[in-house]
C-alpha cells in the first residue's frame, strides 16, 4: 500500500528555518519523481519543488534561493529545508508522487502545516 506521511511543520517567526519530511512506504523514492506542493489560507494548491531520477530539483520562483529539497534513501523518504521563511509561505504543505497506484495517478500525503508570523 503506498502512503506519504508528511511531518516537521510548526509555527517560526519571519526569517526562521523549518525542515519538512515526507515518508514513503510502499515504494521507493530514489526511483520516482517526488513534489511538494502548499496551500495557503483561501488560495489554491501550488506547486514547491519537484526532485527527478537524477537528483536535479526544480523549484517554483518562491522556493528558488530560499528552500532545498533533497532525498533519504536510507529513509525512504524526501525533505524540504526551508530558509528565510516568509509570512506568505504559511500554508498546509504536501508531498506528492506521480504513481498509477493511486487514484488520478497522483498519491498525496495528508500535509503538514508550517504558520510563519511576524
Known amino acids: 500500500q503506498v502512503q506519504l506521511v508528511e511531518s516537521g511543520g510548526g509555527s517560526v517567526q519571519s526569517g526562521g528555518r523549518l525542515r519538512l519530511s515526507c515518508a514513503a512506504s510502499?515504494?521507493?523514492?530514489?526511483?520516482?519523481?517526488m513534489r511538494w506542493f502548499r496551500q495557503g489560507p483561501g488560495k489554491e494548491r501550488e506547486f514547491v519543488a519537484e526532485?527527478?531520477?537524477?537528483?536535479?530539483?526544480l523549484y517554483s520562483d518562491s522556493a528558488k534561493g530560499r528552500f532545498i529539497m533533497f532525498r533519504d534513501t536510507v529513509k525512504n523518504q524526501v525533505d524540504l529545508l526551508m530558509n528565510e521563511l516568509e509570512v506568505e509561505d504559511t500554508a498546509v504543505y504536501y508531498c506528492?508522487?506521480?504513481?498509477?497506484?493511486?487514484?488520478?495517478?497522483?498519491?498525496w500525503g495528508r500535509g503538514t502545516q508550517v504558520t510563519v508570523s511576524d
Open positions: 510502499g515504494f521507493s523514492v530514489s526511483t520516482n519523481i
Open positions: 526532485m527527478y531520477f537524477d537528483d536535479r530539483v
Open positions: 506528492n508522487a506521480p504513481l498509477a497506484l493511486c487514484p488520478g495517478d497522483a498519491c
